[in-house]
Nanobody, 125 residues
Framework: QVQLVESGGGLVQAGGSLRLSCAAS????????MGWFRQGAGKGREFVAA????????YYPDSVQGRFTISRDNAKNTVYLQMNSLKPEDTAVYYC??????????????????WGQGTQVTVSS
């Protein structure tokens, strides 16, 4: 079992930056693939970023490519999402997710087994 706790959300002006953190419990973190998703008001949950177990592979959708960076520290059982040049359309609840199979990148919700409770990010114009 893996428990995930996100932190670092908040209110920021457009063009600003935030760094989200996701602390994971359990001894399997270093073998787990990790991802970030978000869900805006009235919208479905969408993929934001993913990283494989070693941290050597990452993937982003076009909407955040070049602005967001996912990283991980396996010694600290933590995954991060650095968000720069934030836009009002980035406003959403951001969720951390984990999957047992960590060698490859995963971008679909159903590929992840464990989810955090989410952290709110609000970008004002």
């Amino acid at each position: 079992q893996v428990q995930l706790v996100e932190s670092g959300g908040g209110l920021v002006q457009a063009g600003g930056s935030l760094r989200l953190s996701c602390a994971a419990s359990g001894r399997t973190f270093s073998s787990s693939g990790m991802g970030w998703f978000r869900q805006g008001a009235g919208k479905g949950r969408e993929f934001v970023a993913a990283i494989n177990r070693s941290g050597g592979s990452t993937y982003y959708p076009d909407s955040v490519q070049g602005r967001f960076t996912i990283s991980r520290d396996n010694a600290k059982n933590t995954v991060y999402l650095q968000m720069n040049s934030l836009k009002p359309e980035d406003t959403a609840v951001y969720y951390c997710a984990a999957r047992s199979t960590g060698r490859w990148i995963a971008t679909r919700l159903e590929e992840y087994e464990y989810w955090g409770q989410g952290t709110q990010v609000t970008v004002s114009s």
